[in-house]
Every structure is written in structure tokens, then in C-alpha cells.
């Protein structure tokens, strides 16, 4: 069976529950931290995650039924992070899709708050970069074309 790039191959049972249930759309939010150094905070993805397993991405998440895009991306940073997100602001909305799932990715931006602390509960690791840094590394194109829309802008 054929997947998308974004599915690792231990994914293939959970690409077909989405088939079976028919789940071909999923929205998701995710936040940029930036910190006072212009570096941006991006995750690890573990090797055996369903989606983007060993790439480096965003944090956040699927939009759940009755959620709004900010309330998903509060949720998401939470539990991910323990970071509660003060006040996001809406840089781009991304459409992305493949054969199985398509859905649309809320991007948000934030200066991190120094005075929360990061505790990494989703990931093997996480790490600040520079965007030019962050670009070198393993991440979708969309990601990396949303690092090239904020350079230099923050």
C-alpha cells in the first residue's frame, strides 16, 4: 500500500483507520515560539510517531469537533509543552494533503515567556535554532516554507 511521505511505516494501521472511518480531513494548530535571540523552538518527532516520525517540526495538534483553531493550539502547547500559550497571534494557514488525509495548519507565532518553564512531554527532544539552522534539518517543506515567510520578520 502506498502512504504519504509524512506517515512512518509503522503507520500503515493507523492510515487504515482513517480509510475506514473515512477520516480524510485534519486540521491542525501549531505554535513558533521565538525567544529574545530571534531562534525559533521546534521538536523532535520520535522515530515511531504515526506522522513525521524522526523529523523535526512545530508543536501542536489536531483540531478535536467543537474546538476553534486557538483553543486547539492552547490544548496542544499544554500538553506537549506546559507552556500556556498567552497571546498567539495567526501568521499563515497552510492547506496540505495526499492521497489519504488533507486538512488545513493553523500557524501561530509567540515570544516565549522566560519566565514559564519547558517541559518536554511529546517528542525525543526539542531545541532553539536559528531559522537558517532550522532549515538544514529534516522537516516538510511546508514548515520550511513558513520558516522562509517569517525570516527576518521577527
Known amino acids: 500500500m502506498e502512504y504519504c511521505k509524512c506517515f512512518g511505516e509503522n503507520s500503515l494501521r493507523f492510515l487504515n483507520i482513517l480509510i475506514f ?10 505554535i513558533l515560539l521565538y ?3 530571534k531562534r525559533v523552538l521546534i521538536q523532535h518527532r520520535d ?3 504515526p506522522t ?3 523529523y523535526w517540526a512545530f508543536f501542536g495538534g489536531g483540531i478535536e469537533e467543537g474546538e476553534s483553531p486557538v483553543e486547539a493550539l492552547i490544548r496542544e502547547t499544554y500538553e506537549e509543552l506546559e507552556y500556556n500559550i498567552r497571546n498567539p497571534k495567526l501568521m499563515i494557514v497552510q492547506k496540505f494533503g495526499c492521497k489519504y488525509i488533507n486538512g488545513e495548519k ?3 507565532i509567540e515570544e516565549y515567556d522566560e519566565n514559564q518553564k519547558l517541559v518536554l ?3 525525543k527532544d526539542f531545541k532553539w535554532v536559528h531559522i537558517e539552522d532550522a532549515l538544514e534539518l529534516k522537516m516538510i517543506k511546508h514548515d520550511k516554507e513558513v520558516l ?6 521577527y
Open 21 to 30: 472511518l473515512k477520516i480524510m480531513r485534519r486540521d491542525v494548530s501549531v
Open 35 to 37: 525567544d529574545k535571540e
Open 47 to 49: 522515530d515511531d510517531a
Open 52 to 54: 513525521l516520525p524522526g
Open 106 to 108: 493553523h500557524v501561530y
Open 121 to 123: 512531554n511529546e517528542g
Open 148 to 153: 522562509e515567510y517569517i525570516k527576518g520578520k
